[in-house]
């Protein structure tokens, strides 16, 4: 009976049996085909190892197949690719969208920032004696602004509600501030005033009443982009939660910029919303409260006064004054279009913004999201046209076609904060880039949906928001 000699090699981390009779020489086995060494293939712990995984590191034929990467266009995918490669890439792609998805608004926030925080832990982590001095200091700041912001920013008295008249608390606040002005007139002798004090070449409102701290460096671009275009323009901050001086830097550099303090009662005198002003106090508990609130006001402040209202997330990439009466269309579909408030232009006691004060009123809802703003000015167009598509006399309405306000659709508008990953992604980003400047008069970052979003570096978007700075360096 033959006895069979067992000879093993240990080749990388496999162990190969051959059986024979004779050892053979010192140099590394010759492998067979791939059918036929499945048999013969042990792991280091003595597994039998898989068929096809052989085959597969059979075909490593360079260091790019080892890594991975992924193969030229000419070339055929290996099989090793077909498997963890994908995983991977996807994996990468999250991480670097996820990277991107960080808002930095939190750390805009002195109560949020990591470096103002005592982690109460030994070692380099912890704060230092001076940085705890800081922190309370910054701390104490922020009770004292909020504090001081909630005496300033009642609408009304306890004593004005019950016909007392007017108190003394109420002559002394300021409902706006502009150096030269009288900082303790009325909000309707302040804006007259305001509007008087210099040559404007034109009248530009805007809203804000989400938290102070949240206004940021691509809301500061939006006014830079208009500055830059109508360096004369008088812009009004309609705003309950700004400092009233919050814009001095730009006043200094010789900018007309107001922080103004709605003063409902007068701004909404004369049209059916001044019911809202009855209902302020409880109003202004509702979930939605700034939103809606933001929507009335800019309705109201183009009706009293006239002029532009743009949203604070809205680029202007080109001059304004040609806009008379101008509405811009969203989505542009045969007899269904929809439309935005986020850029308006319309003469003082315009009637189209009679009718949407009306519907407001009319038709208001507290738990809906877009009712009383984007959708509001919709339904008032169908109601006044039967074709909200085509310029109707009656309406003294321009329709401004989506390029014109909206160049990027709130659908599409995430996918360029991110830079183009490949060669044709790059050159469609280009080709857009071109037509919204070439096209567009206004840029929308849509907010609602990007307001976590960082643009990343040499994006579309990042692009469109240096276009037109005034403090380029400032970090988005």
Request: glycine share 6%.
């Amino acid at each position: 009976m033959c006895c069979q000699v067992l000879h093993r090699w240990r080749v990388s981390s496999l162990t190969v049996e051959v059986v024979g009779g004779a050892a053979p020489s010192a140099r590394l086995p010759h492998l067979e085909p791939a059918h036929r060494i499945a048999a013969a293939a042990f792991g280091s712990d003595d597994e039998p190892v898989d068929l096809e995984l052989r085959v597969e590191i059979s075909s490593i034929a360079g260091v790019e197949d080892a890594l991975l990467l992924k193969p030229a266009s000419a070339v055929a995918e290996t099989r090793l690719r077909a498997g963890w490669a994908r995983w991977l890439e996807g994996k990468a792609d999250y991480l670097r969208r996820d990277r991107m998805l960080r808002s930095n608004l939190e750390f805009l926030n002195p109560r949020n920032h990591p470096l103002l925080q005592d982690p109460d832990s030994p070692g380099l982590t912890s704060l230092t004696r001076g940085d705890r001095m800081v922190h309370r200091m910054l701390l104490a700041e922020i009770e004292k602004t909020a504090s001081k912001n909630f005496e300033r920013r009642s609408l009304q008295s306890s004593e004005s509600k019950q016909g007392m008249g007017v108190t003394e608390k109420e002559q002394q606040r300021r409902w706006g501030y502009y150096p030269g002005i009288d900082p303790h007139l009325g909000f309707s002798e302040f804006m007259e005033k305001f509007f008087e004090h210099g040559k404007c070449s034109m009248r530009v409102f805007m809203v804000w009443n989400s938290p102070q701290w949240a206004y940021g460096v691509r809301n500061q671009r939006g006014l830079e982009s208009l500055l830059r275009q109508h360096p004369e323009a008088c812009v009004v901050m309609l705003s309950e939660t700004l400092e009233l001086e919050f814009f001095q830097e730009f006043v200094k550099e010789g900018y007309r910029v107001a922080v103004a303090l709605p003063d409902l009662d007068e701004l909404l005198e004369g049209t059916l919303t001044h019911d809202f002003v009855s209902v302020w106090n409880e109003w202004r508990k509702t979930k939605y409260y700034p939103l809606h609130y933001s929507e009335l006001v800019r309705l109201a402040a183009l009706y009293k006064y006239g002029g532009i209202y743009l949203d604070s997330d809205v680029v202007v990439l080109k001059p304004l004054n040609t806009l008379s009466n101008s509405i811009g269309v969203v989505k542009q579909v045969s007899e269904n279009s929809s439309f935005s408030g986020a850029v308006l232009a319309f003469e003082k006691h315009s009637p189209f913004l009679a009718e949407c004060l009306k519907e407001f009123y009319a038709t208001y809802d507290d738990k809906l999201l877009q009712w009383n703003g984007a959708e509001l000015m919709t339904r008032v167009i169908r109601n006044m046209s039967d074709n909200a598509d085509q310029n109707n006399g009656h309406l003294d309405i321009k329709f401004e076609p989506s390029i014109a306000f909206y160049p990027i659709s709130s659908a599409d508008i995430t996918r360029y904060f991110s830079e183009a990953d490949s060669t044709d992604e790059r050159a469609q980003h280009d080709a857009l880039f071109s037509r919204i400047v070439n096209e567009s008069t206004t840029f929308h970052l849509w907010n609602s949906i990007t307001s976590s979003l960082v643009p990343e570096s040499n994006s579309l978007v990042e692009r469109i928001l240096n276009r037109n700075c005034l403090r380029c360096l400032d970090v988005l």
